[in-house]
């Protein structure tokens, strides 16, 4: 007993750059916690950061877990550290990474968290100097973790962004593997700013839930939420990725089923319910006058065989919602030749939008027999089967949709709406599709479709 309490003390007295610490009575609990302060790009050390990743070890070592605490870590050191972390990981077992410090997204809505002496000028330099959260989570289920939990205190504006782009807001969505937990201290695409004091809000509230007695893993990420919401007015809501159906709980302690939540069971269990306006389909002057159909009306003018031009224009139409025009440029594309599987899909997708629901799958199969594997086609054979009330068969089209594009904004939607009608949960897709775009609740509504009505 004596040799534990030494070893405790030896971790929470512990300081600087890199300390292992490990837990002798549960060695399937592995965790990596890193605090990076110190950017010399940045004018300021994050003082918190340093901080709070020392709180977040002690209280992961108190929880049984074996910790490797690194501060200001760069480059080579980090890849070390994740090595070290994949190498611990037992079959079965939990694994956890806690980041303090700068994260950023590219164009390609991927996290990546940044060591003290990236090198950054340009989106190329993220992928080569940073450490892309998705793949990070994808090795630690690739060595066989059970329960895979990421918890990220970085959605800081910070000096590299501002140097390749106009914008590059917070942290990216993360795909993530079944069974894992990501939190970012802030929404998706949202920044917060840099704490002035020596713990951040964010963490503070992290850790008087994680000591929380008989609550969950998940339940403690959500009452996170609900008190760094709480505390800023609204104005700060961190992002939560749960897709957990194992019962875990930090302290270890047994999980009693009411405990701990901060809303009353009426608020958990009703369903989101976002209503969305559609947007307002431009006027016939409007399209006319708009400088891309103006431009294939011209080559349409000058060759009524111009299929290119009419599949072209018919995009445009359908993107800004006029579907009929859609439509019959689609048709007049595939009357001149255009028999390819693109063709076919977007007429399938303007005709669900239209309502000509039959037609739309007839379209949408014959894509498909043309690629079988094409993934906007089955997004658009989702749609139609979303529409025809047949939830289980958009279930199965959106989810062959995501295998091929994880990325599938539409896809995800309409998987959590067509879940959610056939009695499932759906809350996961949802959330997820939303915070990827916004809008995609517009879109939808522009279908036809809305989270509450079937």
Known sequence: MRLIYALLL???LAATASTTCFAADRPS???????????PDYDSVLSDAANDAGDVADELIRDGFAVEKGTNLSGEAMRQALERLYGRIERGGIALLFFDGFGIQTTTRQTYLLP??????????????????????????????????ALLDASRRNPFER?????????????TPNETLVLYSAAVGSVISNSRNEHSLFVTELLKEMRAPGISAE????NTQYGVSSATGGQQVPWLSPSLTSEFSFGGGPIHPDSGKKQSESETNKPSCDVARPAEVPTADELANDPRIKDMSRRIAADRNDKIAYYKRGQVYAIKGAYAQAAQD???????????????????WTRAALGDLQAALQDCNMALQLDPGLAVALDSRGLVNLKLGNYAAA????????????RSVSSLFGRGIATRRSGGDGAVDLALAKSMDPNIT?????????????
């Open 10 to 12: 030896t971790c929470l």
């Open 29 to 39: 609990r592995v965790a990596l916690v890193i605090g990076n302060a110190n950017y």
């Open 116 to 149: 003290i002496d990236a090198q950054i000028w340009t989106e190329a330099d993220v992928a080569h100097d940073g450490f892309n959260l998705e793949t990070i989570l994808d090795q630690i289920n690739n060595r066989g973790a059970a329960i895979k939990i």
């Open 163 to 175: 140097r390749f782009r106009r914008y590059s807001a917070g942290l990216a969505p993360a795909v």
């Open 219 to 222: 339940q403690a990420l959500r």
């Open 330 to 348: 689609f048709s007049n594309a595939i009357r001149l030749g255009g028999t390819d599987a693109e063709s076919y899909n977007n007429r399938c």
């Open 395 to 406: 279930v199965r089209d959106y989810s062959q949709s995501i295998e091929t594009n994880p």
């Open 442 to 454: 517009r879109e939808f509504a522009g279908y036809g479709i809305t989270e509450c009505t079937p």
